[in-house]
C-alpha cells in the first residue's frame, strides 16, 4: 500500500480570545525527508523495548517547527509503567509532548509511529487535536489509520488529522518480524505463552517487505 496523504485539514480552531478565532498553529512542513528522518528517530526508540521485552514500538512527537516534544515506546510489560494496558507508543508520546509543552492540545504536532495506530491509539491522537500522523509498517489486522479503520479522516469526527503511511515500511516491518520469530523460537522458554502469545494475537498482523504477510 502506497504512502497517503488526505486533503487538507479542516476546520481546526484553537481557543477563542476576546471574541477573535484563533487558528490552530500548522504543523512542521512535511517532505519525504523529513518523514524518514521522523521514523528514523522512531525506529530507534523502537529499538529500546528490549529493555521490557515489549513488541518494538517506538513513536515520536514533533511540534510545529519540526523539534521533538515526546517520545515513547511500548511498556506494557514494563514493571516501571506498572504493566499499564494502555502503554503503547504512541500514548506515551503523547503523554511525553503533553508534559513537555504545558497543554493537553497537540495542535500543530505531528505523531510518527513505526506502527499503524490501533484504535485506542488513534482515538487518543485525535482527542489530544495532533494535526498529523506519519508511520511505517501497515497493520492489516488492527489499523485503524487506514487499514480497517480510519478514524483520522473520519467525516463524523469534530477534529481530522492528515495521514501518511508506509514510510520506511520494510524497516519497521523487519524489527516486528524479526521479533516475533524470535519469540516463536523461543517458544519452549518461560513466560513465552504469556506476552509474546498475547501481541502476537493482539498486536496486529505484519507484512513483510514483499507485502506478504508471513505464515
Known amino acids: 500500500m ?7 485539514q479542516e476546520g481546526s480552531f484553537g481557543p477563542a480570545r476576546s471574541g477573535v478565532t484563533v487558528p490552530s498553529p500548522s504543523p512542521a512542513p512535511g517532505t519525504a525527508e523529513s518523514y524518514a528522518e521522523w521514523l ?4 530507534a526508540v523502537a529499538r529500546r523495548t528490549a529493555e521490557s521485552g515489549d513488541v518494538p514500538v517506538g ?43 504545558g497543554r493537553w492540545r497537540l495542535d500543530g504536532c505531528t505523531l510518527a509511529v513505526t506502527l499503524e495506530p490501533c484504535p485506542m491509539c488513534a482515538g487518543a491522537l485525535m482527542l489530544a487535536r495532533v494535526s498529523r500522523v506519519v508511520f511505517g509498517a501497515w497493520d492489516p489486522k488492527l489499523g485503524a489509520c487506514g487499514s480497517v479503520w480510519d478514524i483520522p ?7 481530522r ?3 501518511v503511511g ?13 521479533f516475533f520469530a524470535g519469540q516463536r523460537g523461543r517458544g519452549d522458554a518461560p513466560g513465552a505463552a504469556g506476552p509474546a502469545a498475547d501481541d502476537d494475537a493482539n498486536q496486529g498482523t505484519i507484512r513483510d517487505a514483499d507485502g506478504e504477510i508471513p505464515s
Open 40 to 43: 528514523g528517530l522512531a525506529l
Open 59 to 101: 513513536a515520536i512527537v514533533v511540534d510545529s517547527l519540526g523539534v521533538v516534544v515526546g517520545r515513547g515506546r511500548n511498556a506494557r510489560e514494563a514493571a516501571t509503567s506498572g504493566f499499564d494496558p494502555t502503554a503503547h507508543a504512541e500514548v506515551v508520546a503523547l503523554r511525553a509532548a503533553a508534559r513537555s509543552l
Open 153 to 159: 479522516r473520519d467525516r463524523r469526527a469534530t477534529h
Open 161 to 163: 488529522a492528515e495521514v
Open 166 to 178: 508506509g514510510i520506511r515500511e520494510a524497516e519497521c516491518a523487519a524489527l516486528l518480524l524479526d
Open 2 to 8: 502506497p504512502p497517503t496523504s488526505p486533503p487538507p
